[in-house]
């Protein structure tokens, strides 16, 4: 298990966050069916003061059982295309202070360019890999070497 799963895993129960957070590969989450994940999408930084009092959240119920109260959702950008939110909870009503908002930017950032290097270094993998395939499969004609 990685470090952020098990970070997590620590602040979340473990039903929450398998309900709600991890999904699997082959069942990509519509991000578009949240209202506050669509805003994001767009660009937008959003805080939330009260999540059970904010109607675009979508799991207040969930929020309330875990002891989440304020939220800050954050755009992760890659190539000037939105890839994903960042999400950010805590337990105290509070606003975020301009310098922790840099800071999530900045993480969003390294992480939608870690995602984004995930991505290709996979492509570059997989080419690689039905290059090497289809070189060692190939064989010349035998005319060709007849005349050798």
């Known amino acids: 298990m990685n470090s ?4 997590c895993l620590r602040a979340l129960s473990r039903r929450h966050f398998s309900s709600i957070w991890l999904v699997p590969r082959s069942a990509k989450r519509d991000l578009q069916h949240s209202e ?3 805003e994001v999408l767009d660009g937008q930084s959003i805080q939330v003061k009260d999540v059970c009092a904010d109607s675009r ?10 002891g989440i109260v304020s939220a800050v959702f954050v755009p992760l950008i890659a190539r000037g295309e939105p890839i994903g939110v960042l999400r950010t909870y805590t337990a105290e009503k509070r606003a975020f202070a301009p ?3 840099g800071l999530l930017r900045a993480l969003a950032d390294l992480g939608a360019l870690a995602i984004t290097n995930a991505r290709l270094y996979a492509i570059c993998q997989r080419d690689q890999q039905m290059t090497t395939e289809a070189l060692w499969s190939f064989h010349l004609p035998d005319e060709w070497l007849a005349n050798e």
């Open 99 to 101: 310098d922790e908002l």
């Open 36 to 38: 506050i994940d669509r």
């Open 57 to 66: 959240f979508e799991y207040p119920a969930e929020a309330k059982r875990e």
């Open 4 to 7: 952020c799963r098990r970070l």
